[in-house]
């Protein structure tokens, strides 16, 4: 077998693998366009009449609020947790990355622990503790933990670790030649130098907050707070005919933000996940 047989083959199969990953992908753009009977109908793969006001009668199918709203609320959640997440993953990092001190071993080992512990644990405990706090039906459940990594986690902060270990250690004796604290030292020296590593970490988290559905359906109530998820949800309605062009419609558009923001930063992601597997 040549060469450009061997190619040929590979790009078959690769374009076979990638057709089956995207179709559900595929199905869904082409069923938000279809009436319901088109939809379940399995012999319907290209709508026979192309719905375009499915996008318009599902961004106002909820009485007194569009998704606007709701697009505008998963914005707000998702950018503070992004900003608490890179912020405490870096802190916690760093000090990991960089400096000796008693325990450090044993505080890491606990640290990556926490991997293995089931996020269901903690939702009854978590729960009963913002409610006491008075955070019931806010956002204050879902953003106040960023800072204390506590959404990403252990994860986020490994990949900090490993990138920052990357970094030259004759920069910070450097920088303690010339007076620079440790402080200094984070802000003028690390952060510069861990740009890939922390856009992986915001996206990550950008990612799985605005994809989140079990916290925003345990602390939030009030339909005006609704993400995105919960207003999806609204449209399984079991009283009344399920308008399915709609809700894939208003699901389409939900996969956007998502996409855009690892399209317009796959440079910075692939660099940090990349460098960071090849260091430390």
Not at 119 to 144: A, E, H, K, M, N
Not at 198 to 208: D, S, Y
Request: hydrophobic content about 55%.
């Amino acid at each position: 077998m040549n060469k450009n047989m061997f190619k040929a083959i590979k790009l078959i199969l690769l374009t076979v693998l990638a057709i089956g990953m995207l179709y559900p992908i595929i199905w869904m753009f082409l069923s938000s366009f279809q009436a319901n009977h088109e939809i379940f109908d399995f012999s319907v793969v290209f709508p026979r009449h192309w719905m375009f006001e499915n996008y318009a009668n599902g961004w106002n199918s909820i009485p007194g609020h569009n998704f606007g709203e709701f697009f505008g609320n998963s914005l707000l959640v998702s950018l503070v947790i992004v900003m608490g997440t890179v912020i405490s993953a870096a802190l916690t990092a760093y000090p990991f990355a960089r400096l000796k001190f008693r325990g450090k071993k044993i505080l890491f080992s606990l640290v990556i622990a926490t991997l293995l512990l089931p996020t269901q644990i903690l939702l009854i405990p978590r729960y009963i503790l913002f409610v006491r706090f008075g955070w019931g039906d806010s956002y204050l459940p879902l953003t106040v933990p960023a800072f204390f990594a506590q959404v990403a986690g252990a994860f986020s902060i490994y990949l900090m670790i490993q990138f920052m270990k990357g970094i030259p250690k004759e920069m910070d004796e450097a920088a303690l030649v010339d007076g620079c604290g440790y402080f200094r030292q984070f802000f003028q020296i690390i952060i510069p130098n861990c740009k890939p590593a922390l856009f992986t970490v915001g996206i990550f988290a950008f990612i799985w907050s605005w994809d989140d559905f079990l916290n925003h359906l345990i602390y939030i109530n009030s339909t005006a707070k609704f993400t995105v998820t919960l207003a999806l949800r609204m449209f399984a309605d079991t009283a009344a005919v399920v308008p399915w062009g709609q809700m894939f419609a208003m699901s389409v558009l939900s996969m956007l933000p998502s996409a855009i923001i690892f399209a317009s930063a796959q440079k910075y992601f692939v660099e940090g996940i990349v460098t960071t597997g090849l260091k430390g």
